[in-house]
T-cell receptor, first 111, second 118 residues
Framework: SQQGEEDPQALSIQEGENATMNCSYK?????LQWYRQNSGRGLVHLIL?????REKHSGRLRVTLDTSKKSSSLLITASRAADTASYFC???????????FGTGTRLTVIP | GAVVSQHPSWVICKSGTSVKIECRSL??????MFWYRQFPKQSLMLMAT?????????EQGVEKDKFLINHASLTLSTLTVTSAHPEDSSFYIC??????????????FGPGTRLTVL
């Protein structure tokens, strides 16, 4: 299956702590993307990292990509209650236009 | 399993014309439908959230007069690209959300519609 797998499935932390979510995939990719979804809302794109990049930052977000291990991590620093949501990784296969989504990590930030 | 269809799957139109894209949930009632736009090998960009019988909620930067959304029933939402121009060429994807037993909302994606504006 080309679907990514995310770890952990659920994560609960205190406000101010850092949250780390991991994503593993199986095929060669063009890029990997992270999305956020609040309950009942649409997917919101957070960050895209290309296959030739190893690390990318956007505000409190830090994404790493290890193509040798076919894995990526999303770090949210200094978490806030408003960060509570589900986070999904999605891989864009090399040479294709499909996006394959992982199963998601449900993050709960306790105020 | 839940199926979401889109029609047409591919449309080519002349600049200045309007194009309507349909999104249907075939075997379930969707409480909410979402419209996304995707550029080649890029991310999904959420355009708007549509609830049946009410006005769509548009994301920042998306022109509501340009992208008209109608959600007439719990199984049908339409996106009309008005006065389309070449820069509107893109892949448009809808998803339909329903609440499963246990209270979890789940989104099912349509196959997408490729719009090419000449």
């Amino acid at each position: 299956s080309q679907q990514g797998e995310e770890d952990p499935q659920a994560l609960s932390i205190q406000e101010g702590e850092n949250a780390t979510m991991n994503c593993s995939y199986k095929t060669s990719i063009n890029n990997l993307q992270w999305y956020r979804q609040n309950s009942g809302r649409g997917l919101v794109h957070l960050i895209l990292i290309r296959s030739n990049e190893r690390e990318k930052h956007s505000g409190r977000l830090r994404v790493t990509l290890d193509t040798s291990k076919k894995s990526s991590s999303l770090l949210i620093t200094a978490s806030r209650a408003a960060d509570t949501a589900s986070y999904f990784c999605a891989t864009a296969e090399a040479g294709a236009n499909n996006l394959f989504f992982g199963t998601g990590t449900r993050l709960t930030v306790i105020p | 399993g839940a199926v979401v269809s889109q029609h047409p799957s591919w449309v080519i139109c002349k600049s200045g014309t309007s194009v309507k894209i349909e999104c249907r949930s075939l075997d379930f009632q969707a409480t909410t439908m979402f419209w996304y736009r995707q550029f080649p090998k890029q991310s999904l960009m959420l355009m708007a959230t549509s609830n049946e019988g009410s006005k769509a909620t548009y994301e920042q930067g998306v022109e509501k007069d340009k992208f008209l959304i109608n959600h007439a029933s719990l199984t049908l939402s339409t996106l009309t690209v008005t006065s389309a121009h070449p820069e509107d060429s893109s892949f448009y994807i809808c998803s339909a959300s329903t609440r499963l037993a246990g209270g979890m909302d789940t989104q099912y994606f349509g196959p997408g519609t490729r719009l090419t504006v000449l």
